[in-house]
């Protein structure tokens, strides 16, 4: 089945609403810790990744404000460069970069909503 443009945008805030849940009340060092947890995010981040390269470049345009580019490079550098990747840096993004995604992902949302009605 093909994926649309709206399926992706619910993978998306399916994706960081799960990852939120699971990190609400961590701390680094609980993150740090625990393998499981770490390769649940990671798995998350990947999704995130490849889901917004099918979000189409005029809606990204609407949120210059996100760094589209780096979430769709992250999920390769996850993949490919697994061995590397610090924790703090994947911290970061659930702790940072994702809060702003998800307020972004629910714009783009809202606007594919009005343009059903």
Request: proline share 3%; net charge negative; aromatic share 6%.
């Amino acid at each position: 089945m093909e994926r649309n443009v709206s399926h992706a945008v619910h993978d998306i805030l399916e994706t960081i609403e799960r990852l939120q849940g699971k990190m609400a009340g961590k701390t680094f060092i609980d993150f740090e810790n625990e393998w499981e947890l770490k390769f649940i995010v990671q798995r998350g981040i990947e999704i995130i990744s490849e889901a917004s390269r099918r979000i189409p470049d005029e809606m990204k345009a609407s949120r210059p404000d996100i760094e589209w580019r780096s979430i769709a490079t992250i999920g390769n550098f996850i993949r490919h460069e697994y061995h590397t990747i610090s924790d703090k840096v994947i911290w970061d993004v659930v702790q940072v970069d994702l809060p702003a995604l998800k307020v972004a992902i629910e714009a783009i949302d809202a606007a594919l909503s009005d343009k059903k009605e």
